[in-house]
């Protein structure tokens, strides 16, 4: 138990659905993110939270929505999605934005795959 | 712009000390993270440099140089629990982490 739950932990869908990441924290922390990973590639920050109020959106494409209903929950609606789109998402969630100094505790992600 | 570079992947015996290195170039420094990825898992913090030097925490150590942009993730008395990804990130002068692309670690019998 990581602290950082993510469901589901696989997801296939194809280019034309709808669907949604859901990410829930206990930790009490107030800023959470969504990272999306790819094979051999850097993390990519996508959305940044912080008191339920988004931070950063960096360029990310509109076909990916974010919301953070209160600290302790974060979605990421998918819809219309490209098989480049395809990766490992990842939700972490730190204190604050500026005090991590541990680090961000990680969920085990979402394994998408576009078809 | 900013940069993250650590080997892709490497090989160690078990019993054995690996170092893995990291070279960043960034705007700012406010601080140098290593995490730890078991494939399909989460990434889980494994030490922070903020200052140069060497911090140790049982077999791993962390080391950092911040006029060469420069650290290494030592592990000693290797298991093969420890194949995994470990991944380098700096916090810039924004706190925006910047990472690396991980480097992929086998251990062998």
């Known amino acids: 138990e990581t602290g950082v739950t993510q469901t589901p932990r696989h997801l296939v869908m194809g280019m034309t659905n709808k669907k949604s990441l859901k990410c829930e924290q206990h930790?009490?922390?107030?800023?959470m993110y969504w990272y999306k990973q790819s094979a051999k590639k850097p993390l990519e920050l996508m959305f940044v939270y912080n008191f339920k109020e988004q931070t950063e959106n960096n360029s990310v494409p509109s076909r990916f929505s974010p919301e953070c209903p209160n600290s302790s929950h974060l979605f990421l609606h998918l819809h219309t999605l490209q098989p480049e789109d395809s990766a490992l998402y990842l939700c972490?969630?730190?204190?604050?934005?500026?005090?991590?100094?541990?680090?961000?505790?990680f969920g085990s992600g979402t394994r998408l795959t576009v078809v | 712009g900013q940069n993250i570079d650590q080997p892709t992947e490497m090989t160690a015996t078990e019993g054995a000390i690996v170092q893995i290195n990291c070279t960043y170039q960034?705007?700012?420094?406010?601080?140098l993270f290593w995490y730890q990825q078991h494939a399909g898992e989460a990434p889980t913090f494994l030490s922070y440099n903020v200052l140069d030097g060497l911090e140790e925490k049982g077999r791993f150590s962390s080391f950092l140089s911040r006029s060469k942009g420069y650290s290494y993730l030592l592990l000693k008395e290797l298991q093969m629990k420890d194949s995994a990804s470990y991944l380098c990130?700096?916090?810039?002068?924004?706190?925006?982490?910047?990472w690396g692309a991980g480097t992929k670690l086998i251990i062998k019998p």
């Open positions: 990130a700096v916090r810039d002068s924004n706190y925006q982490l910047i």
């Open positions: 972490a969630s730190s204190q604050d934005l500026d005090r991590t100094y541990y680090g961000y505790t």
């Open positions: 960034t705007s700012g420094f406010n601080g």
């Open positions: 930790l009490g922390h107030n800023a």
